[in-house]
């Protein structure tokens, strides 16, 4: 059983930055494939960006350019660094880790575990 922590959301102006961290809580954490996904009100939960064990990153269209996904597997931790952020950024910001080599990084149903969310709430 993995645990995932997510940390860092909060408020933040139009066109601010904002970092997410996500601390895994396994000692082969350098295996996982890690993702983040956002889900607003009303809406399905949808990829943001996922990066594989060999440091290959994956980026929602809308996010490219904007948004970084890294990982520190001496940290056990992934991060996700937004920047230029939009109004239509706001939502609950998931972190979640893989351990299979399927190739379906933007799928929810590809990943085993998930943590429990930060609110990102980016003001117009």
């Known amino acids: 059983q993995v645990q995932l922590v997510e940390s860092g959301g909060g408020l933040v102006q139009a066109g601010g930055s904002l970092g997410l961290s996500c601390a895994a809580s396994?000692?082969?954490?350098?295996?996982?494939?890690m993702g983040w996904f956002r889900q607003a009100p009303g809406k399905e939960r949808e990829f943001v960006a996922a990066?594989?064990?060999?440091?290959?990153?994956y980026y929602q269209e809308s996010v490219k350019g904007r948004f970084t996904i890294s990982r520190d597997n001496t940290k056990n931790t992934v991060y996700l660094r937004m920047s230029s952020l939009k109004p239509e950024d706001t939502a609950v910001y998931y972190c979640?880790?893989?351990?299979?080599?399927?190739?379906?990084?933007?799928?929810?149903?590809?990943?085993?575990?998930w943590g429990q969310g930060t609110q990102v709430t980016v003001s117009s």
């Open positions: 990066i594989n064990w060999i440091e290959k990153t």
């Open positions: 396994t000692r082969t954490f350098s295996r996982y494939a």
């Open positions: 979640a880790a893989k351990d299979n080599n399927d190739p379906d990084y933007w799928a929810p149903g590809s990943y085993n575990y």
